[in-house]
């Protein structure tokens, strides 16, 4: 079991930024793969990117290529979604998952354990 505690959502204005934190705590942090997700009501989870074991690999949507990124730090079981020149539709609850593997996938089925979900709203 893995336990999944995202934080650092809140209200910001367009074309500012949020650092949202996911801490883990049960088993090895280091052998998983973690992801980060949003879901608006109503909507399916959508990936928002991913990053393997050893941070090797990252992987992101189109949608926020280039101003989100991704880090972990399996010393302190974190793992971190850097949100820049945010926009209004980067509105959603952001979820971090995480599931046992080498590399991030892009489906949500995939990931075996989620944390609770932190909101991210963004004004125009």
């Known amino acids: 079991q893995v336990q999944l505690v995202e934080s650092g959502g809140g209200l910001v204005q367009a074309g500012d930024s949020l650092r949202l934190s996911c801490a883990a705590s049960?088993?090895?942090?280091?052998?998983?793969?973690m992801g980060w997700f949003r879901q608006a009501p109503g909507k399916e989870r959508e990936f928002v990117g991913g990053i393997s074991r050893f941070s090797g690999s990252t992987s992101y949507a189109d949608s926020v290529k280039g101003r989100f990124t991704i880090s972990r730090d399996n010393a302190r079981n974190t793992v971190y979604l850097q949100m820049n020149s945010l926009k209004p539709e980067d509105t959603d609850i952001y979820y971090c998952?995480?599931?046992?593997?080498?590399?991030?996938?892009?489906?949500?089925?995939?990931?075996?354990?989620w944390g609770q979900g932190t909101q991210v709203t963004v004004s125009s």
């Open positions: 049960g088993q090895t942090f280091s052998r998983y793969t």
């Open positions: 998952a995480a599931r046992p593997g080498s590399v991030p996938v892009v489906t949500a089925l995939d990931y075996t354990y």
